[in-house]
Nanobody, 115 residues
Framework: QVQLVESGGGLVQAGGSLRLSCAVSGTFFGANAMGWYRQAPGKQRELVSFITDLGSTSYLDSVKGRFTISRDDAKNAMSLQMNSQNPEDTAVYFC?????????WGQGTQVTVSS
């Protein structure tokens, strides 16, 4: 059973940076992808970025050029580097993963960007 645990959230001023990390325990079954979702108050959860086990990445348009996703399978970890943040980035960020069997979620970490 795969478990995901996020860390690195917090409060940052507009224009600042934060790095989120996701620690993975357990083993994926077959091809897999990992990513980050976020959910702001009163809004639907949205996919921010994902990275496949082959290293392909994708980003939400509003974070392109500011956020960078990476994974280190040897360390069972994934990260999201967030630069040039703005108040619209304020949300709870969730680590997510999917393999051929099922999908997995972390508990979420709060990111707050002050103006």
């Amino acid at each position: 059973q795969v478990q995901l645990v996020e860390s690195g959230g917090g409060l940052v001023q507009a224009g600042g940076s934060l790095r989120l990390s996701c620690a993975v325990s357990g083993t994926f079954f077959g091809a897999n992808a990992m990513g980050w979702y976020r959910q702001a108050p009163g809004k639907q959860r949205e996919l921010v970025s994902f990275i496949t086990d082959l290293g392909s990445t994708s980003y939400l348009d509003s974070v392109k050029g500011r956020f960078t996703i990476s994974r280190d399978d040897a360390k069972n970890a994934m990260s999201l580097q967030m630069n040039s943040q703005n108040p619209e980035d304020t949300a709870v960020y969730f680590c997510h993963a999917r393999d051929i069997n099922q999908e997995y979620w972390g508990q979420g970490t709060q990111v707050t960007v002050s103006s």
